[in-house]
Structures are given as C-alpha cells and as structure tokens.
C-alpha cells in the first residue's frame, strides 16, 4: 500500500513538475525605474504588462524577473546585462529613459535578445540606430507631435511660441511640432528651452513667452515639471490670452489630478486618452479601474500593449529569443487605443494620434478627444530593416 | 520686447519670489551650521516633509491656513526627532560624519515619503482669496506669489529685530562668535542650539507648505532644493543672517534674470559665481565671524 502511495505521490510530483516547466517556459526581464523621478511611470507599465499576461490567462506561462534602471543610463546597462548574462532572459520589457535605451542598444542589438520597449521615445531608436531586436509598442517623440503641428495650422493658428525641457526628448518633441507647423503655413515666433530637472519656476519663462505675444504656446513636460508647468501657466493669467497646447504627457490621466483646474482647457495630443469611446477600450479602462481603483494612463497602456504583442508572439509559437523577434514584428490588433501594428521597416508601432481637450467634469477633470490622426507611420529616417 | 517695464518689473517680481523661497530655507541651514557648526544636509528632506505635510493638512482640513500652521510644526516635530535620535550625538563627530549621515538621512526620509505618499507628485490648492493674477504696481502677477514674497520679507524682518534687539538674539550671536565663551558667561549653550535647531526646521517646513501649491509636492524636491540653498549659504557667508539674506536675493536674482537674458547659460551661471566667492572671499559675501 505504501508503495503505491509512494508510486503516486511521485508520479503526481513529477506531472506537477513538468507541467510547471512547460508553462514557465518564457522568462522576461522587466527593466523599469523603480525609484527617482520615473518611478510612478514604471509602476503605471509593471501594472498594465502584469494586467494584461492575466487577461490572456497567461500569467504562468511568463516568469518574471524586475530590475531597477533608476533611469540612468550606466544602471541601466548593468542591470540588461544581469538580466540577459545571469537570468538569461528571453525576452526584456521597458525602459522609460530615452537615455537608458541609448545606452542599452548596442548590448541589445549584440546579444540579439528582443526589447520590447514601453516608453522611451528617443526618434534615433527606430530611426538611425534602429534594430531588428528592438520594438517599440509606445510611441516616438516624432509620432506623437508630428500631427499636432498641421492640426494646429489647421484650426487658424499662425505664430506658437515653444517650451521644453533642454534635454533629447524635448528637442525631439519640439522639433517634430515645429517642422509640421512650418510646413503647413505657422510661424514660430520664439522658442525656449529650459534646464532639465532644474527648473522648479517657469515664472522667468513664461514671461518671456507671453511678452512675444503669439496666438498660442505650445510645450512639451512631463512628470512633476508638467504638473509645475500648467498651474504656474494659470496662475500668470496667460491662458486667457494665448491658449496651452502641448505634447499629452503634459495633461496626462497621471497627473491631471494634481494639476487641478489649472489644466482645463489645454489642448494636447496623445497616442493614448481613457474616454476613448471604443468597446476595446472601455473594456480595458473598466477593467483596470476594478483592478487598480483609478484610470489608466498612457504608461499603463503601453505597458498592457507590451505584455499583449509578447503574448501573441507566443501564442503564434515563438519560444526563443530569435523566433520572439520575428514574432513581434508581425503582431497587428485592435487595442485599448485602437488599431495598433508594427511597422516592418521601423520596428516602430503604427497607431493613432488623438487630439484631446482637458475639460471639467463635475468636480473630477476629464478628456474630450477633438481630433483624431489615423494610423501616423513614422518615416523611415535612416532605419533599413526591410 | 525687452524695452517693456512691464515685462522687467514681472521678472523682478519672479526673481524676489525665488530669492524668498531660497531665504526661508538657508537662513535655517546657514543659523544650524554658524551656531552649532553642523552641516545638516537633510534639511532639503524637511522642506519636502514640509510640503507633504501641508499637502495633507490641506486636505484633511480643507483649508490652507490651518495647513501653514500645521506643516512648521510637524517638520519642527521631525526635527526634535531627528536631533535627540541622531544630531545631539554626532555634534562632536567632526564634519566628514556629519555630512555622511545627514546626506544618508536624505534617502531615509525620501524612502518614507515615497512609501507614506506615493511617487506620484501631489498637487496643494491656493487658497480661494490668493488665486488668480492680481495688479501689482500696473503690472499683473499671482497673486500666491506675491503672497510668497511677503511671508519672506515678514520672516526676514522678524528674524532680523529678534536677533539684533533682543536678549535671546544677542545670545545667539555670542553663541555663533565663540560658543565656549559664551557658555562661560552662562549661557547655556546646548539649549540655545536646541532652540534655533527647531526654529530652522519650522522655516524649512514654512517653506514647504509655501511652495507645495506652486511647485506641487514630490520626492525630488529634497535634493533639488538643497544645491540652491547650499550655494545661497556658501555665498553669503556661513551663520549670519545678513550672509543669507544677501546670499538669496543673489542667486535668486541671478537664476531669473539667467534665464532671461542668457538661457543657455542660466544653469552654469550661479555656479561660476560660487567659484568666484570662493577664490575671491572663501568665508563668504557676510561671514557671521569677521
């Protein structure tokens, strides 16, 4: 009888331990800032991949393992080369960091381990120094203000003043908006850019800004600066006079709480809004509203998208680094922000562009989407993947 | 556009606000470090405690003024903690400890912030009087902001008359020019350090709870704060009030106007001025011991 029981116990042990290694078959490296000034961001996108492995029902058959890039660069090599040399990953997820990713792609593209990035929009990355190991489900600097420019033109705005912070993101984001703006008839009648990380007070700014005396400013922040950015920009009183227009991380869902009634009114674009009136969306928001007890914003998006087009690869049959990075190029769905490919020649993710209003709601502050730019596709710029 | 008074006299008005906000928190620093020769490098970490606390008062009460009451004396409560736990024993340490375990006290209180209330910046209403622009000499400005500005001149003023007219400033003094004599008068100096060490905590908290609704609160603005306000009390001249006052109009003059007429350089300029008094006057513009 002993025997028997024995014989079963380990039959059952042993059935346990295969079905566990088959299931934890794809290891992926989370690398996300966990502490510093990104730390809410990489919350916002651990929180959206770990949804949406649960949504698939997948949430076994990936085996976690989370780094702290602390959003600098040096750190963050470090911790991809751990994740890819000592955990041996199949798969890396994150980075927030423009800089990081700069500073990884060479290890990533040498080592020929997929990176599924969920934020850093630095343009070179599926531009110049593009890789066939690196996909982007977030959104370039480029695709993100690109359409807002002509949109601008559009609506009768002759001469913007710009504002950003003087780093690469903030040149990009400018840039992109000021080459469309032109193109399409505006006048950029001053530009600035400020210290990065040490401007607490745009009072100097701003007043320099409003004295150019354009028809509207527009500006790219984000995190703390934004929040920082659009209550000092009502507490001047310009927005009376020259209206707010930026890059839609300034009023992102993240922050707007903080910004208060300071952000009504401003005018952004975004690959991501939560009053996205789609079925596919409203699902998404129901769900992780029930789960986490607030909106998600654009990071949380991109973050359920990255743990989405790993999921498909998978379920298409990659099982390995190479056969994972063939597989993400390939995925194509309709998402919470709608329709969302990889473009082939970019690596870079296809989507739209939403043009959305911060507008009251009650006591609470809303979205209402204005405009819609579909299926922006960034320009090849250097890359050549196909 | 430069020709405009107007616009001039908006950033003068920009650059007083920024020098206020700079006085509040090193003539803190600048006493600690005079009086009790202690280089307390956390004192960035309460200005953040500062804000976060006003944030929550705010909150809680539902009204600002009762939060600008109540974040001084939370920070000054911390402070206390942090001095009979930490300071008092290492007041003989010598300096190189001190600003190790000060600068060390920075992560832990960052640490708790960020597990009491999130990464996520948190925002602090004006209150419904100071919101909105207001005139001010035909030109528009914040009003919070000149609000700002008088707290700071207020404080300035208070501190100044306590320190020059009265029995406990002149001991003050006596304590910053040489504390053993001082004591040999009797003078108990420990208790005096005591004393103004919690006055310094209030300020920074004072500051906080002033600067939460403009800035709004987040974990970075502990050391964010604290290179500016090293500088103003390198500048200026350490343990003096007059150091601190002239030390925060400089650099808050300097780091407006900086970024009016030279943003590339805005960023570098104070610091080239730092090097400067360091070369030309090491004590500082007004050291507190000629």
């Known amino acids: ?386 | 556009m430069v020709a405009d008074v107007d616009f001039w006299l908006t950033q003068f008005l920009n650059g007083l606000q920024l020098s206020m906000l700079l006085f509040l928190l090193s003539i803190g620093l600048t006493i600690i470090f005079g009086l009790m020769h202690f280089v307390n490098l956390a004192h960035g970490a309460l200005y953040m405690v500062g804000a976060y606390a006003g944030v929550s008062a705010a909150a809680a009460l539902g009204n600002f003024w009762a939060a600008l009451l109540i974040a001084p004396i939370a920070v000054m409560l911390v402070g206390i903690f942090l001095y009979a736990a930490i300071i008092r024993h290492m007041r003989r340490a010598g300096p190189m400890n001190q600003v190790l375990v000060t600068f060390g006290l920075i992560f832990v209180i960052v640490d708790l912030v960020r597990i009491v209330w999130g990464d996520i910046a948190l925002g602090m209403a004006q209150p419904a009087i100071l919101s909105g622009p207001a005139e001010f000499l035909g030109v528009v400005y914040p009003a919070y902001r000149l609000f700002i500005i008088a707290v700071g001149l207020i404080v300035m003023a208070a501190l100044s008359l306590v320190l020059s007219r009265t029995q406990i400033g002149a001991m003050v003094r006596a304590g910053v020019e040489n504390d053993a004599m001082a004591a040999c008068l009797g003078i108990n100096v420990e208790r005096l350090f005591f004393a103004v060490f919690c006055v310094g905590c209030a300020l920074a908290g004072l500051a906080g709870a002033i600067a939460a609704p403009v800035f709004s609160a987040t974990p970075s603005m502990a050391t964010d704060i604290l290179i500016p306000t090293l500088i103003v009390v390198v500048i200026g001249g350490l343990g003096s009030l007059r150091g601190a006052i002239a030390g925060s109009l400089i650099v808050g003059f300097i780091q407006t106007f900086g970024a009016v007429v030279m943003p590339e350089f805005a960023s570098v300029l104070v610091y080239v001025l730092l090097a400067a008094v360091l070369i030309v006057k090491p004590a500082g513009l007004l050291p507190a011991r000629s």
């Not at chain 1, 700069?102 to 040498?110: E, S």
């Not at chain 1, 699902?283 to 498909?312: C, H, I, N």
């Not at chain 1, 296809?350 to 709601?361: G, H, K, R």
């Open chain 1, 1 to 386: 009888m002993k025997k028997y029981v024995c014989a079963a116990l380990g039959a059952c042990a042993s059935i346990a331990l295969m079905a566990h290694a088959a299931a934890a078959e794809t290891k992926v490296g989370l690398l996300l800032p966990k502490s510093g000034n990104y730390a809410a961001l990489g919350q916002e996108i651990d929180d959206g991949f770990v949804m949406a492995l649960e949504e698939a029902g997948m949430a076994d058959d990936f085996t976690l393992v989370r780094e702290d890039s602390e959003a600098k660069p040096p750190v963050g090599v470090a911790k991809a080369r751990k994740l890819v040399l000592q955990d041996e990953v199949d798969a890396m997820v994150g980075i927030v960091s423009s800089a990081v990713l700069g500073a990884v792609r060479d290890f990533v593209d040498g080592s020929k381990v997929p990176l599924i990035v969920a934020n850093a929009g630095n343009d070179a990355a599926t531009g110049a120094s593009c890789s066939k190991y690196i996909v982007r489900v977030s959104f370039s600097n480029g695709q993100v203000n690109r359409p807002m420019g002509s949109w601008m033109a559009e609506q009768g705005i002759k001469k913007v003043y710009t504002l950003a912070p003087d780093y690469a993101a903030g040149h990009q984001m400018i840039d992109a908006f000021t080459e469309s703006f032109t193109a399409a008839g505006g006048e950029i009648v001053g530009s600035e850019y400020t210290p990065f990380g040490k401007t607490q007070d745009f009072g100097p700014y701003l007043t320099t800004a409003k004295a150019a005396s354009p028809d509207a400013i527009f500006v790219f922040y984000a995190g703390g600066e934004a929040i920082s950015f659009v209550k000092q920009y009502d507490s001047f009183g310009i927005k009376k006079d020259i209206p707010l227009y930026g890059s839609g991380f300034l009023t992102s869902p993240l922050y707007v709480k903080a910004e208060g009634p300071a952000a009504i009114g401003v005018k952004t674009s975004l690959h991501y809004v939560p009053t996205l009136d789609t079925p596919e969306n409203k699902a998404f928001v129901a769900a992780f509203k029930a789960k986490f007890d607030r909106p998600p914003s654009e990071y949380a998006v991109q973050g359920y998208d990255a743990a989405r087009v790993l999921v498909e690869a998978v379920k298409a049959g990659a099982n390995d680094r190479e056969s994972i990075a063939e597989g993400l190029t390939k995925v194509s769905y309709t998402g919470p922000r709608g329709p969302l490919t990889i473009d082939p020649a970019t690596n870079n993710v296809v989507q739209n562009i939403y043009i959305y209003e911060t507008v009251a709601d009650g006591d609470a502050l809303t979205q209402k989407i204005i405009g819609t730019v579909p299926e922006v596709r960034d320009p090849a710029n250097g890359c050549s993947l196909k």
